[in-house]
């Protein structure tokens, strides 16, 4: 478990771009609390806002979490057994999100 430590905004927006930089989209709360090498998700939270705030200070998508479960409906094989991560077949359908 995390110390309650202060951290600065300029830790908090680096290692929130490091994240997303890594995933390829913005990290979840889950993601963020599970990642020993971040602070809590209230930290951000309390510093810089929500995850909308976080993103348009970075200047990426803020791309819902729940949109890649919804990639799985669109999917040509049959999600209940494929055994793929949803964010792993997003990263590969870039076209997926940009068309419209």
């Known amino acids: ?3 309650n430590l202060a951290y600065s905004r300029k830790f908090l927006v680096e290692s929130y771009r ?3 930089k890594e995933l390829g989209r913005p990290p979840t709360v889950k993601e963020i609390n599970l990642d020993p090498e971040m602070a809590s998700y209230w930290s951000y939270y309390r510093h ?3 995850k909308e705030d976080i ?4 200047k990426i998508s803020n791309i819902p979490a729940t949109i890649y479960y919804l990639f799985c409906a669109d999917c040509l094989y049959d999600s209940s057994n494929c055994g793929r991560n949803p964010f792993d077949c997003a ?5 997926y999100f940009t068309a419209r």
Do not use: D, P, T
Request: hydrophobic share 40%; proline share 0%.
């Open 1 to 3: 478990m995390r110390q």
């Open 55 to 58: 993103c348009n200070q970075l």
């Open 18 to 20: 490091q994240k997303a």
């Open 91 to 95: 990263r590969e359908a870039e076209l």
């Open 48 to 50: 810089i806002g929500l």
